[in-house]
Each structure stands twice: as C-alpha cells, then as structure tokens.
C-alpha cells in the first residue's frame, strides 16, 4: 500500500488506494504523508431561484462582450458557442457548491466502504490519531526514518479499513441472527440447534474482530503517546536548559552594591538635622 485516499460524506467513509471523486458538492484535499484526506465544503446554501438570478445577471455582461466580439468580425456561431458554453460552467459550479458533498464509490478493487456509526467513528479516531503521529516527526531526527514510518502507518490504516469492512458484516449477521424469534420453536428443534450454533459463530467472529480492531487502535494511540511525550520532554529540557544558562549569568561576578538602604540612611539623618535647625530657629525667634 503505497497512497492510501479517505473520504467521509453524511453517509458514509470511502477508503480507497486511488483517488476519489464527488458525486454531488465539492471537497478539499488535506495530504499527509501518504495518506490524503478529502474534506467536504460546506455547501453554499443558495437556492434555485438565487443561482437563476446569478446567471442571468451574468448574461448581461456576456451579451456585451459577444456584441464587441460581433463587431470585430468574428462568427456568431462561435460567439454564440463560447457564451452557452460560460455560462453552463458558470451554472454547473454554483449548482455543485451549493450542494452537499457524497463521495462516489470507486470501481477500482480494493475499495472499503464504512456505513455503520461505530466503524466509521472508530476510522476516523484512528486517521486523526495518525495526523497527531506524523506531526511528531519533524521533532525526531535520526530518531526514526519518516518514510518507513509512514509506509507503516498507511499501512496500519489501511489494514485497519479492512477489519473494520469486515467487523460492519459481522455486526449486521449478528443483528439479524438476533432478531430471530424461536420462542414458537422446541429447543431441540434442529432449526433452533443451528440457529443457536450459528449465533456463537458470529459471536465468536465479533469478539476477534474487535480484538484485532483494538490491537491496532491501541498500538497507534500509543505511538502517538509515545511521540509526543519525547517532544514534550524535548521542550522542558530546553526550558531547563535555558533557565541555567540564565541563572549562570545572573549569578556570574559580585553581586551588586546594595545602594538603596545607604539612601535611607542618609536621608533620615538629614531629615533629622532639618528637624533640629528648624526646632533651634523657633527658639530664638
């Protein structure tokens, strides 16, 4: 797995080795490392009435322009063609911004379409779990090698999307095996006694899946811990570093003279021989 591309509509999680496009809206591509992340945009929110009016204010402008156009002597079908031709552009864009994005599913082998609640919550923990991870590399040089790194974790989330699809299965054959009714049925009734081994089957699978599903989940949150306490102790060592090379120069040659307490020394004797002057002169007075 060299690319991995994931996209994430009202309704779903594509996750597919190729790129994907939108069936309605538009999104915004977010790349990191080998994994690139379409975004939806959210849609504009005009309204059909407001996109006509759009279009026909800019058809004015375009009627001036195919009349100097007319003028110059060029040929009106070709006047004609580039201003249907605008202002189809012009209707098709505002049509697709102003409404919300779904991802088509890609026709390639190997796409993973999530549709239930929990695996889709549970991937896009993980993918933005990996973003913590990748934005602890730049902090560790010569500490791991990012390639490698990334291939693994694409890796990781691609095998990730794989159990998931498969857990989602899982979880609606459990579902549906539940939802059986045998209150009607005798317990030794060979329907029921098959019903029954089929259900700890599926029990047996959902437990290993989510057992697996959690290794992985486990072992990314981990390493994005991991990384970003070694950043975190990176950044208070040099704090500390820091504060000592500040302490060594504050404390570095004789300590300043202590001026402050021979002022007050010296103003209170003045102020005590102003004091007597002034006592003296009353006297003689």
């Not at 549709?115 to 730049?138: C, D, F, K, L, Q």
């Not at 299965?169 to 095996?177: D, K, T």
């Not at 070694?230 to 500390?240: C, K, L």
Request: proline letters at 6%.
């Amino acid at each position: 797995m060299s690319e991995l591309f994931i996209g994430s509509d009202a309704d779903k999680t594509v996750v597919s080795a190729y790129p994907l496009k939108t069936r309605t809206g538009r999104a915004r591509r977010r790349r990191t490392g080998a994994v690139t992340e379409f975004l939806p945009v959210t849609p504009s929110g005009r309204s059909r009435e407001v996109r006509v009016t759009f279009l026909a204010r800019l058809s004015l402008p375009l009627l001036v322009v195919s009349a100097f156009m007319f003028a110059a002597g060029l040929p009106g079908w070709l006047i004609a063609g580039c201003t249907l031709v605008t202002l189809a552009l012009a209707g098709w864009d505002d049509r697709r911004r102003a409404q919300r994005t779904t991802f088509e599913i890609p026709r390639e082998p190997g796409a993973r379409v999530l549709r239930t609640p929990e695996e889709r919550a549970a991937y896009g923990r993980a993918v933005a779990v990996a973003r913590r991870i990748r934005r602890t590399w730049p902090a560790l040089p010569g500490m791991i090698d990012p390639e490698t790194a990334d291939r693994t974790l694409t890796h990781a989330l691609d095998d990730l999307a794989s159990l998931l699809v498969r857990r989602q299965e899982i979880r609606r054959l459990r579902a549906g095996l539940d939802g059986v009714r045998t209150t009607d049925v005798p317990a030794d009734s060979p329907a029921a006694l098959a019903l029954t081994e089929q259900r700890e089957r599926t029990e047996e699978l959902w437990l290993a899946s989510a057992e697996q599903a959690n290794r992985i989940l486990r072992s990314i949150d981990e390493t994005a811990l991991a990384g970003e306490t070694f950043v975190r102790e990176q950044r208070i060592g040099a704090t500390a570093r820091q504060a000592e090379l500040a302490l060594a120069r504050l404390t570095a040659g004789p300590p300043p003279a202590e001026s402050a307490p021979e002022l007050a020394d010296r103003t209170s004797v003045v102020l005590s021989a102003y004091r007597e002057l002034a006592a003296a002169a009353s006297l003689v007075a």
